[in-house]
T-cell receptor
């Protein structure tokens, strides 16, 4: 069965520090991968999506970047965090066979 | 571009009663998928139910069912026999034929004991 792992679950980082959030998918090949951000009490904002290794599409210009070094690995990064980067980050995957998204458990990022 | 609208930011229901959450969408496509996701306080996003646009029959998953009106572009979620564990944020989502997803802004459901 397919599973998605996202870590860490919680992160507190100072302003100006780097960021690396990782997401991996098991049990499927060539998934579409997504990073979403959700501010408190708000909806989902698509940040990046990837349809294959090295293929990254950015939806929102920002302080963040994404990479897909392997087929089932998706990384969200920042060189210097801003206070406005605080939020809840969700990784998700989909495929033509899996009609909907399957979400990871999320990372709660607080920038202080 | 496709848009998904949830016009009810907050809803409440008495335990054991039935509640309906509304969702409308805008699209020019004929082939697409619709979903309802639940986000409890843990913030894990959980797929509740999905509907293929080419199917006329409304999807049902236990106490959850949808009223899919394709011509009206409406996709409401009905929760029967509401339970305390149903309290959550509910998101309506649209998946296009090109596998692009669009989410509504969510409806916060409170279940009153």
């Amino acid at each position: 069965s397919q599973t998605i792992h996202q870590w860490p679950a919680t992160l507190v980082q100072p302003v100006g520090s780097p960021l690396s959030l990782e997401c991996t998918v098991e049990g499927t090949s060539n998934p579409n991968l997504y990073w979403y951000r959700q501010a408190a009490g708000r909806g989902l904002q698509l940040l990046f999506y990837s349809v294959g290794i090295g293929q990254i599409s950015s939806e929102v210009p920002q302080n963040l970047s994404a990479s897909r070094p392997q087929d089932r690995q998706f990384i969200l990064s920042s060189k210097k965090l801003l206070l406005s980067d605080s939020g809840f980050y969700l990784c998700a995957w989909s495929s033509t066979a899996n009609y909907g998204y399957t979400f990871g458990s999320g990372t709660r990022l607080t920038v202080v | 571009a496709q848009t998904v609208t949830q016009s009810q930011p907050e809803m409440s229901v008495q335990e054991a009663e039935t509640v309906t959450l509304s969702c409308t969408y805008d699209t020019s496509e004929s082939d697409y998928y619709l979903f309802w996701y639940k986000q409890p306080p843990s913030r894990q996003m959980i797929l509740v139910i999905r509907q293929e646009a080419y199917k006329q029959q409304n999807a049902t998953e236990n106490r959850f069912s949808v009223n899919f009106q394709k011509a009206a572009k409406s996709f409401s979620l009905k929760i029967s026999d509401s339970q305390l564990g149903d309290a959550a944020m509910y998101f309506c989502a649209y998946r296009s034929a090109s596998n692009q997803f669009y989410f509504g802004t969510g409806t916060s459901l409170t279940v009153i004991p």
